[in-house]
């Protein structure tokens, strides 16, 4: 449904159109693939984003004390001192030589790490910093394996990806209910929910808590760098260009582009009628206007809308707008040196894989 009112619609009729299948697999698991989950006490109850029953906004309620407006604005140093951090790490790299030589993939050396690291410390949950790589490739693998269109072979790869996350968040929800100190597992187990219940909710919360932004500065960072956004890399050096060129790959093409519901009865909309058990996709970004200058007039359903809507919507265009400021700051003459990269093209998530950055040779120019 491409339609931004429609689409609206719809995520604002919770009881037309429920939420009950946002979480299940695009491709139908395979019996191995489901005998290596299931051997991992693998499940996924509705707890959050899939929740169409009374207790949603208990829960919800409970995630969205750790995303405050007051909380995001007190994390916004903290934002820039990581970002910073990356960047100058780098420019560095980029004037290295060596294996390097003088190109840089920026989505690994700026985009991946910072968005885990604020995430994990917004949720006050204990990760080693030596965890933090394979919590990426997990993540990875997990939006592959529940939105992507896997083979037999990989998706039994991607299984057992699914599993080893799924025992090492387990043993991270056991720790963090117990500690002393304030997070977020710690609060649902307070809230009465379940061990089981809770490793449902940090599963996908872990994942799009972090893996969302990664893609989305991704995104901000290829477009810029290609041409083809209103902003210019030079710009995009500006802390408020920075912000309008987020803004519009979320209007355009955001990491996530679409999103999935389901009728839960017999209903009408837009003037036809939709069966019970209908699958709808819903067009989220990529069909919105633009204003004569190019500028994104209405972004809002990049992060959902109504009792479903993102609840780190602001947190993650703070801080893509933040590590797109000060990469451009510090690495004021690269161009982009592969300008067909490969990209993550699932259901519901896209970025390009890598945006690798090449010195400009200042004698040559």
């Known amino acids: 449904m491409r339609d931004p009112g429609l689409a609206r619609e719809v995520l604002h009729r919770p009881q037309d ?133 896997p083979d037999p072979d990989r998706q039994l790869e991607l299984a057992h990806s699914a599993a080893e996350f799924y025992d090492w968040l387990r043993d991270l929800v056991d720790h963090s209910v117990v500690s002393p100190s304030r997070n977020l597992f710690g609060a649902l187990d307070a809230h009465g929910l379940s061990n089981p219940a809770i490793c449902s909710l940090g599963y996908f919360l872990l994942i799009a808590g972090q893996e969302t932004t990664t893609q989305l500065i991704s995104t901000v960072l290829f477009r810029v760098l290609e041409g083809s956004c209103s902003v210019t890399w030079a710009e995009a050096s500006d802390p408020a260009l920075a912000r309008e060129a987020v803004r519009r790959v979320l209007a355009t093409e955001s990491s996530v582009p679409t999103w999935r519901r389901v009728a839960a009865r017999e209903t009408e909309l837009g003037g036809e009628t939709i069966p019970a058990g209908a699958e709808i996709l819903l067009e989220l970004t990529g069909n919105h206007r633009l204003a004569a200058s190019g500028r994104p007039t209405d972004y809002g359903l990049a992060f959902g809308s109504g009792i479903h809507r993102c609840l780190g919507a602001k947190l993650a265009e703070l801080e893509a707008a933040v590590v797109v400021h000060e990469t451009a700051a510090a690495l004021p003459r690269v161009r982009l040196a592969d300008p067909a990269p490969e990209w993550i093209r699932l259901l519901s998530f896209q970025a390009p894989r890598m945006v690798t950055v090449e010195r400009v040779n200042l004698e040559a120019t």
């Open 17 to 149: 159109f429920s939420p009950a299948n946002a979480l299940v697999a695009v491709t139908p698991l395979t019996g191995a693939s489901l005998r290596v989950l299931q051997r991992a006490r693998f499940a996924l109850p509705p707890i959050l984003a899939s929740n169409d029953t009374d207790s949603h906004a208990g829960i919800r309620k409970v995630v969205a004390g750790f995303f405050t407006p007051a909380t995001v604005a007190a994390i916004e140093p903290r934002i820039r001192e990581l970002a910073r951090e990356s960047a100058r790490t780098a420019a560095a790299l980029s004037l290295s030589s060596g294996a390097l030589g003088d190109r840089i993939d920026l989505v690994d050396a700026v985009a991946a790490l910072p968005p885990a690291i604020l995430m994990l410390e917004l949720l006050g949950i204990d990760v080693p910093g030596d965890e933090l790589a394979a919590l990426k490739a997990w993540s990875r693998e997990s939006l592959e394996l529940f939105w992507g269109w």
